[in-house]
């Protein structure tokens, strides 16, 4: 195995392991120890600094991964890339922290009257962004040098469970929620500067500030694509984030903790889909660049197919195990289980859609991918303020499922008129009325007094079923040979 394909597995891995601590986190630990104001701020300062770093990024990321092998020397300076990147980073920062700062008034005037606890704390944004953007930045180093396994360790597993020890410290009363948002903060710094670390330990690059050394003859070229990336990326991060911004100024900052929660547990709905997109992305940029159209579709197919199935089961199982899942849960979050229907139905589309996004973004039409990230953008906030306005908390939930029906439907619609590319058949619709028929069955089963007996019987019984019939219909001939193939060993052992 190749030293990409080892990081690739364990990227995986410690993603798996980040899940499980986020599911701690914001699941369990926030909702029992903070109360709904403080545990909103928290996602709403998150979601904020997301958005701020990406804006100040100006397009880095992108440009790192894709132009530093121009730029690379035997003498590690890299012709003076390093310190200009640095020189655009800081440079980006300070711009939109002095937008930030002028639009204070205006910003205070949307969240006084619903968030007021926001704005005891808005200017911790300011070095909570700044970490959040070296961390984003840096991180395109070590890419670029494929040196991924730490810098994925940091922000799934580190950081995460910084995280849950700063939980228990409020817990146990060593330190206040303020002191709590300094200690969120400096966490970020932490990770941010382990990162360096590695950099500076991998003596593969040197920090030396000589812009004179700088070679401008790609400048213009990598600054158009800079402004590209900026214009793909942060609108696409803006529509992300919108949901719980909005829902900050136009409902109030207790909903926006709620609301996290129920957007992270259907956030697993599409944890299938990170694995697969790290093998198949390259291979559909290999198949840009041989022009075989035919793989592309074949690949197109059995990913949106696969994805579909798994995405569709998983949504199924948090479906049916409400009621178990709302024994965890506070009253008030209880109350609002409504909201994961729709999250759950937004990610479950959008895996569906498939690597329409990345076949687009590999393909020679690549600069469409951001006018659809665009348009996303502007019909999230559109739709999330007239169903917020109308629903509340709810309505933000169904603005981002008819937000990302309509993303994927433009991305499904440009492929097949450009290059006849659709993965959808009659095995789709397979899925939907398998899916509905174990969702009926799975609500149905009687309820067993021991939660945990219930979960495992509900879950087992419906697994068994849904992928019974999928192999039984021969829905996916990924999923059959499988099945197939441990079948016979099975049989070859007992024989």
Same mark, same amino acid.
């Given at each position: ?20 601590? !986020? ?35 100006? !397009? ?46 205006? &910003? ?27 961390? +984003? ?206 999250? !759950? ?40 303020? &007239? ?5 509340? !908390? ?13 993303? +994927? ?87």
């Amino acid at each position: 195995m190749g030293i990409i394909q080892k990081q690739a597995v364990k990227n995986t891995i410690l993603s798996y392991i980040g899940l499980v601590l !986020g599911y701690i986190n914001i699941i369990i630990l926030f909702p029992l120890y903070f109360s709904l104001e403080q545990f909103g701020l928290i996602q709403l300062i998150q979601s904020i600094s997301v958005v701020y770093a990406q804006f100040s990024a100006f !397009g880095l990321v992108n440009i790192i991964i894709r132009y530093f092998p121009f730029f690379k020397t035997e003498d590690r300076k890299h012709q003076g890339f390093v310190s200009w990147v640095t020189l655009i980073m800081f440079a980006g920062f300070f711009l939109i922290t002095l937008i930030y700062i002028v639009f204070k008034p205006l &910003i205070i005037d949307a969240y006084i009257e619903k968030s007021r606890i926001f704005i005891e704390y808005y200017y911790v944004l300011i070095p909570l962004s700044l970490f959040t953007l070296i961390f +984003n930045v840096f991180e395109s180093f070590v890419r670029s040098i494929h040196k991924t396994v730490f810098a994925a360790f940091l922000k799934d597993v580190m950081f995460r469970l910084l995280t849950t020890a700063g939980i228990f410290l409020v817990f146990f009363k060593i330190i206040t929620f303020p002191q709590f948002v300094i200690y969120y903060v400096l966490s970020n710094a932490f990770i941010a500067i382990l990162l360096i670390s590695q950099i500076i330990y991998s003596k593969q690059f040197r920090f030396i500030i000589d812009y004179n050394s700088i070679k401008f003859k790609k400048v213009g070229e990598i600054l158009k694509y800079g402004m590209f990336t900026l214009l793909a990326g942060s609108s696409y991060f803006f529509a992300q984030n919108i949901d719980k911004i909005m829902l900050g100024s136009m409902v109030g900052i207790e909903i926006v903790g709620i609301y996290s929660v129920f957007l992270y547990i259907g956030t697993v709905v599409i944890f299938p889909a990170r694995s697969m997109y790290r093998i198949t992305v390259p291979i559909v940029a290999d198949c840009w660049k041989n022009n075989d159209i035919e793989q592309i579709r074949n690949i197109y197919r059995r990913t949106s197919l696969l994805l579909m199935i798994f995405g569709s089961i998983i949504y199924i199982g948090i479906f049916i195990n409400k009621d178990n899942i709302s024994y965890f849960l506070k009253p008030e979050y209880r109350a609002n289980f409504i909201f994961y229907y729709f999250l !759950g139905l937004s990610f479950l589309i959008d895996m569906t859609g498939g690597m329409n996004s990345d076949i687009i973004n590999t393909s020679p039409k690549y600069k469409f991918d951001a006018l659809f990230n665009l348009i996303y953008m502007v019909l999230c906030v559109i739709l999330a303020y &007239i169903f917020i306005k109308i629903f509340g !908390g709810l309505g933000a939930a169904i603005a981002i499922a008819l937000s990302m029906f309509v993303f +994927n439907f433009i991305k499904w619609a440009f492929l097949f008129r450009s290059y006849g590319l659709q993965p959808f058949n009659r095995k789709n619709l397979s899925v939907i009325l398998i899916s509905l028929i174990t969702l009926i069955i799975g609500l149905y089963i009687p309820l067993i007094n021991n939660i945990y007996a219930d979960i495992l019987v509900r879950s087992s019984v419906v697994a068994v079923i849904y992928f019974g019939l999928v192999i039984l219909l021969k829905v996916s001939d990924d999923i059959t040979e499988k099945y197939h193939k441990y079948k016979n060993k099975l049989l070859l052992r007992g024989s």
